[in-house]
């Protein structure tokens, strides 16, 4: 709400301010409710059986998107082979 809006409302009477005030009260109490019951749904998901009662059998077992890149690692592990297969030739 802009401050023009609320002096709108305002210079339009008491009843305007009350009406307002109320309508603001619901729509706070509704988002209240909304936070609280996502707030649950969060907590549930995040429950596995390593944090709760829960069989380990109920747990996602999918695997982590973004995992290692193995490319780079065996990349790195050829250029230390060679490296070392370099040095070795070069002491003859």
Do not use: W
Not at 42 to 50: V, Y
Request: glycine content about 6%; overall charge positive; aromatic content about 4%.
């Amino acid at each position: 709400m802009t401050p023009e809006q609320a002096q709108a409302i305002y210079f339009a009477g008491r009843d305007a301010v009350v009406t307002h005030l109320c309508e603001l009260n619901t729509q706070v109490t509704a988002l209240q409710l909304e936070v609280e019951e996502l707030q649950r749904k969060i907590a549930q998901l995040s429950k596995d059986s390593s944090n709760s009662s829960k069989r380990p059998s109920s747990d996602d077992i999918t695997k982590p998107k973004g995992g290692k890149n193995t490319r780079g690692a065996d990349n790195g592990i050829h250029l230390r082979k060679n490296a070392i297969h370099l040095r070795k030739r070069s002491r003859f």
